[in-house]
């Protein structure tokens, strides 16, 4: 999809040090990105540096950009392209009219969303939904997916929704909003507060006792791995237990969603030790009153960076059952099955591609 499109659009990666800017054509990156400090306590020189990135971009380009389109943090009216108070960006807090600005000044469609709509968004026309379509077809599977959750772990917990190729947004661009689910290991806590970054570091000082002041994530999977000294066992749970949590979330989104899973982020360089928690949870069993045991899914769930479980996964769980009184048969899905895995695109190439194809989506629409 769209890899023949010859329409650009403009992207940037806003963070709360650094913009990164670029530009998409036909599905690919088609310039080096350009850097440029963030400015976030200034609104003028932000908003300076926002309008000499975008231009810098341009005039690199041999055509006219068609659009402008990029993940920005929340909280945000994102349909209308303002943007909240921010944390990270204190300049923007009492709403800042950003999508109409840059729009003014560039005269085209600008498109603003939040990171985990667009990393879903792209993971669902460009990574993984796409990608297990492919191999179920090469493996000569008739099942086919449309629709996908992609779960980000890294400063919080993010989420979107892509249903047959529609991102899922909500009336009030809360769609997808998985970091305000019931904590499982603490009901009075959000999940988000087992699956970030600084739960991460919470869990293994609670589960170690150790300072983890000037502890990062990945100093605590290298301790997991046994390659930095320090407690394998506390950081091996720390991130086992992020996995028991998101999984817990997972549930409850398959409940009502049923589709693929895809997990970015910058935590998800320890999934070898997230997996087992999050399939742990979504393999759980439940009772009813009178004692009969149900799964906490419907489907029945696979670890698709686990051989065994692809394996079992590509077999289509179908067969030919023949229509009454007729000599035609149809086909019988008798097995429910949804696959989660990690990114093999990376974050940030979804969501520079989910902002990418959104722009395209809404500008067809129009």
């Known amino acids: 999809m769209y890899s023949k499109d010859q329409r650009i659009v403009m992207t940037l990666d806003a963070g709360g040090t650094n913009f990164v800017f670029s530009a998409i054509q036909g599905g690919k990156e088609i310039m080096a990105p350009i850097n440029m400090p963030s400015v976030p306590n200034n609104m003028g020189k932000c908003l ?12 690199s380009l041999s055509q006219k950009a068609s659009a402008i389109s990029f993940a920005f943090p929340g909280p945000a009216d994102y349909l209308h392209g303002v943007i909240g108070d921010l944390p990270n960006f204190p300049a923007f807090r009492g709403g800042v009219a950003l999508g109409p600005y840059l729009s003014e000044q560039f005269n085209m469609p600008v498109y603003i969303n939040n990171d985990g709509n667009l990393y879903a968004y792209g993971e669902a026309l460009f990574g993984m939904l796409p990608s297990v ?12 997916y449309r629709n996908l959750i992609g779960l980000t772990f890294g400063t919080g917990f993010g989420c979107g929704v892509v249903l047959d190729r529609t991102l899922l947004t909500g009336d009030n661009g809360c769609g997808g909003d998985v970091w305000l689910m019931r904590n499982p290991k603490n009901p009075e806590l959000i999940a988000e507060e087992n699956v970030s970054i600084r739960a991460v570091k919470r869990m293994y000082h609670e589960l170690s006792g150790a300072d983890v002041t000037e502890l990062s994530p990945k100093d605590i999977f290298d301790i997991a791995e046994g390659t930095r000294e320090g407690n394998q066992e506390a ?22 969603v049923d589709g693929l899973v895809v997990i970015g982020g910058g935590l998800s360089g320890a999934s070898k030790y997230i997996m087992p928690g999050i399939m742990a949870e979504v393999r759980n069993r439940f009772h009813n009153v009178e004692g009969n045991c149900f799964s906490c899914l419907q489907s029945e769930a696979y670890d698709l960076t686990n051989p ?3 394996e079992k996964f590509k077999d289509d769980g179908r067969k030919d059952v023949a229509v009454p009184c007729s000599d035609k048969v149809t086909d019988y899905y008798y097995e429910r099955k949804v696959g989660i895995s990690f990114s093999t695109i990376g974050t ?5 591609l989910g902002a990418y194809a959104f722009a395209l989506n809404e500008l067809d629409r129009a």
């Not at 300076?48 to 005039?59: A, D, I, S």
């Not at 379509?133 to 086919?144: A, D, H, I, V």
């Open 48 to 59: 300076e540096q926002l309008v000499k990135g975008f231009t810098k971009v341009q005039e």
């Open 133 to 144: 379509n492919r191999f179920l077809e090469e493996s000569g599977s008739k099942r086919r």
């Open 235 to 256: 950081a091996r749970q720390s991130f086992y237990q992020l996995g028991e949590v998101a999984g817990d979330a997972i549930v409850h989104t398959l409940d009502i």
């Open 308 to 310: 065994d479980d692809i």
């Open 348 to 352: 940030n190439q979804a969501i520079a």
